[in-house]
């Protein structure tokens, strides 16, 4: 079992991050993203089927945000979840998962030890 663990992990190209207060608007509906990557998104919501191109877009839940387009393939669907690869990661859709990446984790203070 750990083996696979670590085969799974392996297959990762991309460190995923929190999805916080990004939001997914797809055909008019509004979806809450659980996570994101340079690689792809994970939707809390079903809306196609594996292997469907889809084409939406993501922004902070906030009125004042500009919204990145996304294009890419819906990878799975499981549960309540949506899995979608990216095909092309805009310069946008880059800056919004960058700033994610940039932002201190959860019980850090964010202060250099040492």
């Given at each position: 079992?750990?083996?696979?663990?670590?085969?799974?992990?392996?297959?990762?190209?991309?460190?995923?991050?929190?999805?916080?207060?990004?939001?997914?608007?797809?055909?008019?509906?509004?979806?809450?993203?659980?996570?994101?990557?340079?690689?792809?998104?994970?939707?809390?919501?079903?809306?196609?089927?594996?292997?469907?191109?889809?084409?939406?877009a993501?922004?902070?839940?906030?009125?004042?945000?500009?919204?990145?387009?996304?294009?890419?393939?819906?990878?799975?669907?499981?549960?309540?979840?949506?899995?979608?690869?990216?095909?092309?990661?805009?310069?946008?859709l880059?800056?919004?998962?960058?700033?994610?990446l940039?932002?201190?984790?959860?019980g850090?203070?964010?202060?250099?030890?040492g």
């Amino acid at each position: 079992m750990v083996e696979l663990s670590a085969t799974q992990s392996e297959r990762r190209r991309h460190s995923r991050f929190r999805g916080r207060d990004l939001i997914a608007v797809i055909r008019g509906q509004r979806y809450d993203v659980l996570d994101i990557s340079f690689g792809g998104v994970k939707v809390i919501g079903r809306f196609g089927v594996a292997g469907a191109l889809i084409e939406f877009a993501i922004a902070p839940d906030s009125a004042r945000a500009t919204p990145a387009e996304v294009r890419g393939r819906v990878e799975r669907v499981d549960g309540d979840l949506t899995a979608v690869r990216f095909s092309i990661v805009t310069d946008a859709l880059s800056k919004m998962i960058a700033l994610r990446l940039a932002e201190p984790k959860p019980g850090s203070t964010g202060l250099a030890v040492g």
